[in-house]
C-alpha cells in the first residue's frame, strides 16, 4: 500500500475498518500498516516512532495505535447514544487559535492544514479520553 499524506477527511478520526476492507495490500509491510493506522489516530510524529532506532518500531506503534483508534470509537459511539449534542464536540475539528503552538509534527505524517485545524483525536478530549480508559482497564 503506498501511503501518502493523510486525508483532512481521515487524519485524527479514529474510524479505519472500512478502509482496510477496501485494500487487500494493508497488510504488506509492518511500517505501512502503523502509518495507515497512525494517520487515523492523528498521530503528528508517526515515521518517528515507527523507526526501532528512535521509536517503538512498526509492530508497536500498530498496536498502540489499533487500542487507540478502537478505545476513541468506542467512546464516541457511547457518548452518541447518550448525548448527541456532546458527539458533535467530541467528534469535531477544532480550529487552532490564532498563535496557538502546534507541537512537534513530521509534514509527510499530518495533513496540509495541520497548522490551522485540529482532528477530533488531537484535541484535548479527544487525545486523552481514550488513553485514559485504556490505563483504567
Known amino acids: 500500500m503506498k ?3 493523510p486525508s483532512i477527511e481521515k487524519f485524527g478520526k479514529g ?3 472500512g478502509d482496510i476492507m477496501k485494500d487487500d495490500t494493508f497488510f504488506d509491510t509492518p511500517e505501512d500498516k502503523a502509518r495507515f493506522l497512525g494517520q487515523r489516530a492523528g498521530c503528528p510524529v508517526v515515521e ?3 523507526n526501532p532506532d528512535i521509536g517503538r518500531g512498526p509492530e508497536k506503534m500498530t498496536n498502540r495505535y489499533a487500542e487507540v483508534n478502537f478505545w476513541y470509537g468506542f467512546l464516541s459511539r457511547e457518548i452518541e447514544h447518550y448525548n ?3 458527539f458533535k464536540e467530541f467528534s469535531k475539528a477544532t480550529s487552532r487559535k490564532e498563535g496557538e503552538p502546534v507541537g512537534k509534527y513530521e509534514p ?3 495533513p496540509e492544514n495541520y ?3 485540529m482532528a477530533p483525536m488531537n484535541s484535548l478530549p479527544g487525545f486523552s479520553l481514550p ?3 485504556i490505563e483504567q482497564i
Open 3 to 5: 501511503i501518502s499524506q
Open 15 to 17: 474510524s479505519f475498518v
Open 48 to 50: 518517528e516512532l515507527i
Open 84 to 86: 448527541k449534542s456532546l
Open 108 to 110: 509527510e505524517s499530518v
Open 115 to 117: 497548522t490551522q485545524t
Open 131 to 133: 488513553r485514559m480508559f
